[in-house]
């Protein structure tokens, strides 16, 4: 019997839903036939889901009746929860300490980072799992969840603390999330991109735009949010991947 998940028909939920990556994974699901999917995001201004099968909410990753809520009308409109996958976040650029200003890294930056980046994350997960493991166990599996580092994780640049440390947080509780769901059929699985055509970036201008694609080796280029999606679609599908952190930079490193 094959081990292999499907994409059809299945119900995802997916923070950060609105743009970027997240928005990526949304019309790449829907695209590949899944059954619903929440795009959880704090702001949907301007964003237009022309699938019904698409449930846009408006909720706050680190706040917990918000995320409840939304599990809550995931149920009701599709009545089941099979993947999670955790794209919300920020980040800002702050050294720890600025000698030129004489000022240190503000702590209500610092926690704000963490806090959303990676609190949210763990907040979805731990409310999720609930609703996935209700599921009927299919080749002994549940669901999975996928969450969102960052190459920052391990190539943190000048001015990335706050961000690499909530990163590096995330790659972190993979593995003991992953050990904690196993005996209840549910996969933890962690991917850490490089730099992605996100909003993000498109705000740069073109000349910086280009400096930051070169200095990925191959392809010399930024990614694309299709191949994130990508890597989801085959980290649902593939069950052996469970529990691991996979870059998907290009082969880039990060200089300081």
Not at 213 to 239: F, K, M
């Amino acid at each position: 019997m094959s081990g292999i998940q499907s994409i059809k028909g299945m119900v995802a939920l997916v923070t950060g839903g609105a743009s970027g990556l997240g928005r990526g994974v949304v019309d790449r699901l829907i695209r590949e036939g899944a059954k619903g999917v929440v795009a959880l995001d704090r702001n949907h201004e301007g964003s237009k889901y022309n699938d019904p099968n698409v449930l846009p909410i408006t909720a706050s990753v680190t706040e917990e009746e918000e995320v409840k809520k939304a599990l809550d009308a995931c149920k009701e409109k599709f009545g089941r929860l099979d993947a999670v996958v955790n794209c919300a976040g920020v980040g800002i650029a702050r050294r720890t300490y600025d000698f030129r200003k004489n000022l240190a890294h503000s702590m209500d930056e610092f926690q704000l980072v963490i806090e959303i980046n990676l609190v949210g994350s763990f907040n979805v997960s731990r409310l999720a799992a609930g609703l996935i493991g209700a599921n009927e166990p299919v080749n002994g599996l549940r669901g999975v969840i996928i969450n969102t580092a960052s190459v920052a994780a391990f190539d943190g640049q000048i001015g990335q603390i706050a961000y690499s440390a909530s990163k590096g947080g995330i790659v972190s509780m993979t593995l003991p999330m992953a050990r904690d769901f196993a005996p209840h059929g549910i996969r933890v699985m962690t991917i850490a991109p490089g730099l992605f055509d996100t909003p993000l970036l498109a705000a740069l201008p073109e000349p910086a735009r280009k400096a930051l694609a070169a200095t990925v080796p191959c392809p010399a280029r930024l990614g694309h949010v299709d191949e994130y999606a990508h890597l989801v679609q085959s980290i649902i599908e593939n069950p052996m991947l469970n529990g691991e952190v996979i870059r998907l930079d290009g082969a880039l490193r990060m200089q300081p």
